[in-house]
Structure formats: C-alpha cells, structure tokens
C-alpha cells in the first residue's frame, strides 16, 4: 500500500514599532535615546514546515521543523542620575540579535481499536537535534555583556496514550 502524506509549510515576518517609553525608570526621556520616532523599531521572522506521514501498521510520523529569527536587542549601560539609576540603550533595538534558531520535533503514534474504544499510543521527541542556541543574553555592557541567561531546552522524549471513544 501507499503512503499518505500532507504537508503544511508557513512563513511570518513581523515588522515591530513598540512604545520606547516603559514603565518605572523607564519612563523618562532617557527610554527615547537611540529610538525612532518615540518607537522601538525590529523586524521578526519565522518558518515553519509540519508534515504527516501515515506508515504501514497504522503508524503515524508527524515532523515538525521550525527555523526562527533570534530576539533584536539593543546594548545598553546603566548610568546613575540624580533621581537614580537609568538604563541607557547605546544602540537601536536591533542592532543585535540572539542566534537563529532551528528546532526540530518528531511525534510517532499507532492507533489501537477495540470496539467502540481506541487507545492511541504516542511517542514525542522535542528538539530532536539537540539545539542549545541562545534564547536570551545579558544586554548591558560590562564583563557579562553577551552572556547567555536562557538556553534551548535540550532534548526531551516523552511516551503517553490518549484515550478516544466513539
């Protein structure tokens, strides 16, 4: 017999103007320092591509690849003012990016009937090629400037089954 396939591929890019002025010490004409317009400007973007393959024995593979854009960050340092200590931005909000990331997961399943019961076994494996690229890193300068603070998760397999009756 034939295989049965389907895949769905999808492509974001998402161009940001948020608000330079936050909240706290940052809601001082400081937060306007290397900003467009009043605005944090950066673009985003992110590819996705699942697919489901239906093997003999009634096995289903479902890949899932996904390659995004790292997070825009600007750099900044920590000037002490007469009211307290500010965060300065010493470039624009995406004048740097954390590493793209490309994550790549795998669901295996097989479908057991029994009647008007189904028991369908799963098997997950996330990121299955064990990325571990930067999520996020110390923005402000000094010795820590670029160091990581939040890694990709490393890869994780986990077993369950559903039950589904009709």
């Known amino acids: ?3 049965v396939w389907s895949l769905l591929a999808s492509v974001t890019h998402t161009w940001s103007r948020e608000a330079a ?3 706290g010490n940052d809601f001082t004409p400081n937060a306007l320092i290397n900003a467009t317009g009043y605005q944090d400007r950066f673009r985003t973007w992110q590819a996705k591509v699942n697919a489901t393959i239906n093997l003999p024995l009634d096995i289903l593979l479902v890949p899932v690849v996904r390659h995004q ?5 600007a750099r900044t ?4 003012l007469n009211y307290g200590n500010a ?8 004048a740097n990016r954390t590493p793209n990331i490309t994550l790549v997961d795998l669901r295996m399943q097989k479908t057991f009937r029994l009647s008007r019961v189904g028991v369908i076994g799963l098997f997950d494996i996330y990121n299955l090629l064990n990325s571990n690229a930067d999520q996020m890193l ?3 300068s000094g010795a820590a400037w670029l ?4 890694i990709t998760g490393p890869r994780v397999a986990r ?3 559903r039950l589904e009756w009709s």
Do not use: E, N, Y
């Not at 854009?69 to 960050?73: Q, Y």
């Not at 340092?77 to 002490?80: C, G, K, S």
């Not at 160091?147 to 939040?150: E, N, W």
């Open 69 to 73: 854009s790292g997070t825009p960050f």
């Open 138 to 140: 110390t923005t402000s």
């Open 159 to 161: 077993i369950g089954a």
């Open 147 to 150: 160091r990581p603070t939040v």
């Open 21 to 23: 002025l936050g909240a």
């Open 1 to 3: 017999p034939s295989a």
């Open 87 to 94: 965060i300065i931005k010493a470039q624009t909000v995406g």
């Open 77 to 80: 340092f920590v000037q002490a």
